[in-house]
């Protein structure tokens, strides 16, 4: 057998599915449905199997292992520790694998994939996705589709490609378009393949415009700006770079200027700029205040979402998911210690650059010399940090599988130029290395496996109930399945207690069994996730069909606790005290609920029991007589 064949084999495929990972997330939705990240995780172990598979094929095994590699090493095993300790098991466990899944690609692109042969593969197959899902946007633009995919459109006249969101899209194309614009000028491709980069990122640009992303916009601007600000520094770049920036710009205004709906987003944020601001501040300001009870912790892994009711701000009434600010969303789910840990990652990065920056970029006279590929990644990757780093600032993009995995991967292939500054960080891998290397990722590997058939089998039925008539007895079927598969999935207990509330609230015989059914399903959603207050909330609603008003109280009061500033919970308070004709304590609560919400056509309930209540207190007015 020849060893380095097989080796090689075992290389070029772990660079195909590292591809396929970077295909598959961006083009089903970023990787963001459950769906789209069980196929990356599946992946993702594939990748590991290989690697495996090369540490035992020869008898020296060599890897990179820089210093950096152990904030990633130790925030792993912080990640692995608050999943243990985390309140919610269920969301922390689905943070965790994504975490385990970066690390992994982390590892796996450092140590297999450093040839200057498979970074360049990586980026040109990088730049070509750009321009398609880029093409895409932009006929979504033109046609006004109402589709993402199969997906309805919410963003439109936007585009988002297949990203669904355009602020993503936007965080996507950020990252490669200053890639592209390096590799046209420096990297050693072909002339007829630098004219395909150029159309490339003619076609990614027109892409950012369609998004009409302002924090893309700037974002892409400023990494631009670098990138052409050090072409422009050498003498050779200078003309042909400040040639290429000012087509880009003209380009650009070209683009802004037929954009009706763009020109409208930028008057109107600049019109209410003080509204804008103060809404995404207010969501930045609960999430601080989540951060500031748990300080050194955090909340828990992915724990931001579940706690938000609990410290919302009473203007923002809709559930943002995220904090839409990467760095205070880290602080707020992993406190000062893992916020540390990832500015102690990214600091040693950026000494990293620095120390090898001169290794890498020509210098004075080598510009006579032939283009470099290194030269044109290590500033390409500094382009696509930089324009991540500040979008990060107003958006989630490093919540979005896809984007969080290029820049994984981009940091991976950026580590491994060190090689070009010294050679002290390769380490031979011996016997008692590889053995312990192997058990720790073929575990990895075991857990990647379960969880995805495991999600699988789970999302498979939540599909099946998706598809059934809502609140259906097949509907409660499947989620049952669901259930027994997942059983730590508090949405689903949560969704099976509605539909037999809803059913003990229509015309049947015997109500009250159906009611307790439901009670118990909330039961089990309570122990499952604590912090949701419409467990809570529909339990006492469930009191109130037993006409066990005195006891429904308190539990309306946990839910209030939980989500104060929420309509939704004032309002059916309010709710509560008119099924016990207590109209005097119904109105304030009801009036709460519609200054907290006044729009009529969502908030339902406050308006219509308000009239109920206010037409009552009139009839009782009328019928009071004074004693004379």
């Known amino acids: 057998m020849n060893v380095d064949k097989v080796d090689n084999l075992l290389e070029?495929?772990?660079?195909?599915?590292?591809?396929?990972?970077?295909v598959w997330g961006p083009i089903y939705l970023g990787g963001a449905t459950r769906t789209g990240f069980l196929g990356i995780m599946a992946l993702t172990t594939l990748a590991l199997l290989l690697w495996v598979g090369r540490l035992w094929v020869k008898k020296e095994f060599h890897i990179l292992v820089p210093a950096i590699i152990w904030p990633v090493v130790i925030f792993t095993a912080y990640a692995v520790f608050r999943y243990f300790t985390a309140p919610v098991e269920y969301v922390a466990r689905w943070e965790i694998l994504r975490v385990l899944v970066y690390a992994?690609?982390?590892?796996?692109?450092?140590?297999?994939?450093?040839?200057?042969?498979?970074?360049?593969?990586?980026?040109?197959?990088?730049?070509?996705?750009g321009a398609i899902i880029a093409g895409y946007a932009g006929l979504q633009y033109l046609t006004g589709a109402e589709h993402v995919l199969w997906f309805k459109n919410s963003y439109a006249p936007r585009a988002g490609g297949t990203f669904y969101c355009p602020n993503h899209l936007a965080g996507f194309l950020e990252l490669i378009i200053p890639l592209a614009i390096a590799f046209i000028f420096s990297g050693r491709q072909s002339p007829t393949m630098k004219v395909l980069y150029g159309y490339a990122v003619l076609l990614m640009l027109a892409g950012m415009v369609v998004t009409i992303s302002r924090g893309g916009w700037v974002a892409c601007g400023i990494s631009l700006v670098l990138v052409f600000g050090i072409l422009a520094w050498q003498r050779v770049y200078r003309i042909p770079a400040l040639v290429m920036a000012t087509i880009i710009v003209a380009i650009g205004v070209y683009l802004y200027s037929k954009n009706l709906h763009a020109q409208i987003r930028i008057e109107r944020s600049i019109e209410t700029f003080e509204f804008d601001r103060d809404a995404r501040t207010l969501v930045w300001k609960s999430a601080l205040d989540m951060w500031s009870d748990h300080k050194w912790?955090?909340?828990?892994p992915g724990h931001f979402d579940v706690r938000f009711r609990e410290y919302r701000h009473q203007l923002v009434q809709q559930r943002p998911g995220w904090v839409h600010n990467d760095y205070i969303q880290t602080l707020t789910e992993w406190g000062i210690v893992g916020a540390s840990i990832v500015l102690v990652w990214l600091g040693m990065l950026i000494s990293l650059v620095i120390r090898m920056w001169r290794f890498v970029v020509k210098q004075g006279d080598d510009f006579s010399r032939p283009s470099s590929n290194r030269f044109a990644f290590v500033l390409g990757a500094c382009g696509a940090f930089t324009a991540i780093l500040i979008h990060s600032y107003v958006d989630f993009n490093m919540h979005i599988p896809a984007n969080a995995i290029l820049v994984i991967v981009l940091g991976g292939l950026l580590v491994s130029h060190v090689r070009f500054a010294t050679e002290r960080y390769w380490r031979t891998i011996h016997m008692h290395g590889r053995v312990g290397l192997t058990i720790i990722v073929l575990g990895l590997c075991l857990v990647f496996v379960t969880q995805t058939i495991r999600g699988g089998r789970e999302q498979f039925w939540q599909t099946q109930a998706e598809k059934a008539s809502r609140y259906s007895s097949a509907q409660v079927e499947a989620l049952r399945k669901a259930f027994e598969i997942e059983p730590r999935n508090f949405d689903t207990a949560y969704i099976i207690g509605e539909a037999y509330r809803v059913l003990a609230m229509s015309d049947i015989a015997d109500p009250e069994p159906v009611v307790r059914e439901a009670m118990q399903w909330y039961e089990r959603a309570m122990q499952l996730n604590p912090y949701d207050p419409y467990n809570y909330l529909r339990y006492g609603m469930c009191l109130d069909l037993l006409e066990r008003y005195h006891e429904a109280e308190s539990w309306l009061a946990k839910a209030v606790d939980l989500d104060p500033n929420g309509y939704y919970v004032v309002g059916h308070v309010g709710w509560h005290y008119a099924q016990v004709r207590n109209y005097a304590a119904a109105k304030p609560w009801l009036e709460r609920s519609r200054r907290l919400l006044p729009q009529r056509d969502v908030n339902t309930i406050a308006y219509s029991y308000l009239n109920i209540v206010d037409r009552r207190l009139q009839e009782f007015a009328l019928s009071f007589k004074p004693v004379r």
């Open 104 to 129: 992994a690609l982390f590892f796996i692109v450092l140590a297999n994939l450093y040839r200057q042969s498979s970074i360049e593969f990586i980026v040109s197959t990088l730049i070509f996705l």
């Open 297 to 300: 912790l955090g909340v828990g």
């Open 12 to 22: 070029k495929s772990i660079l195909a599915v590292v591809l396929g990972i970077l």
